[in-house]
């Protein structure tokens, strides 16, 4: 896909959740001075996501625009997004050079802490299964956010569970089916996140990062976003920087042997072609073969648009079940009774 339709695809995608975001991209599509400057993403990136971050990662820092008084996110009286891109474009070019470095080193590494919300319910299943802690290793982890989801306070509808006592509170509901939620958080003892590019969400850059990349009209996720990195101040979880494909095995071996262990992840099996999947496959396996392990794949695939699938499959026997789906961002879960 070229850069024009890349970003004329993202409009389409942003025109139900982000008219601001909508109106950008369908102005860049049209503009090849700013296609250009997106030129600068590396090829292995999606351009038009590394953008719209990189512009409103310098405006959450301070930069001073007219550009911000459309952004929901800086401002309670946003001003209509229709009228956006001259300011839009007015401020790349005024800006490109503090652009250009975020441009060429930033990555899409969001940390959808909402998506807990569908996770959550399928850890309460995993508990129910064994008498022991779990041990977690979360796979494409960005800055390890979601491995602290028993840290969490869930409100389903009108009941709440897990740490409810927790600054950092996830709201959902359960449109159909009966998940195993229980009131009080799975214990775990082991947490460990693999990325290829991890970010620190105790170093202030890397958290800003984090934060450009929620969508400006998208502020509760922002606020739980907040909640969440001051949370992990004081106690961030242990994330490496590997391919968490080809070291997989190595690092399940180093978890201890009196933990259930999970291995699971959302939004990161698309990142991989066929024979990383099959790699996968057997790395799961192999690991399999000298414990028991649970891979928990938050990102299955549906029949709807941004709906993610809960799968999960126990080694060394292989046998899976469907646990049930999520809207992507956790606003709703469906549950499979079995």
Do not use: K
């Amino acid at each position: 896909m070229d850069l024009p339709d890349a970003f004329r695809a993202l409009a389409d995608w942003a025109a139900d959740s982000s008219p601001l975001y909508e109106t950008i991209c369908r102005g860049i599509a049209e503009d090849q001075t700013l296609l250009d400057l997106a030129e600068e993403v590396p090829p292995d990136r999606w351009a038009p996501h590394i953008m719209l971050s990189a512009v409103h990662y310098l405006l959450l820092n301070g930069a001073d625009h007219t550009l911000a008084r459309f952004y929901p996110s800086l401002t309670d009286s946003p001003e209509d997004p229709g009228a956006a891109y001259p300011n839009f474009r007015n401020f790349c070019v005024t800006h490109a050079d503090d652009l250009i470095p975020l441009l060429r080193h930033r990555r899409t590494q969001t940390n959808a802490v909402s998506r807990c919300a569908g996770l959550y319910p399928a850890f309460c299943y995993i508990d129910h299964q064994t008498s022991m802690p779990l041990g977690l290793l979360e796979l494409g982890t960005s800055a390890g956010l979601n491995l602290n989801w028993n840290r969490y306070a869930y409100g389903y509808d009108s009941e709440w569970f897990g740490t409810t006592d927790s600054n950092v509170t996830v709201q959902s509901s359960v449109r159909s089916g009966s998940p195993p939620l229980q009131q009080s958080p799975p214990a775990v003892n082991t947490r460990l996140g693999i990325d290829l590019n991890p970010l620190d969400p105790t170093d202030s850059s890397d958290a800003a990062w984090l934060r450009a990349l929620v969508w400006p009209e998208h502020t509760e996720r922002l606020d739980l976003l907040d909640a969440a990195l001051e949370q992990t101040q004081t106690d961030p979880p242990r994330v490496v920087a590997d391919d968490a494909v080809e070291t997989l095995v190595n690092h399940a071996t180093s978890m201890p042997d009196d933990e259930t262990l999970v291995i699971y992840h959302t939004a990161f099996l698309y990142q991989l072609s066929e024979d990383q999947r099959n790699t996968l496959h057997q790395a799961l396996a192999t690991i399999g073969e000298r414990r028991p392990v649970w891979w928990l794949s938050g990102d299955g695939e549906t029949d709807s648009s941004g709906t993610f699938g809960l799968e999960l499959t126990r080694f060394p026997d292989g046998d899976s079940v469907q646990l049930g789906q999520y809207e992507q961002h956790g606003r709703w879960i469906d549950w499979c009774d079995t």
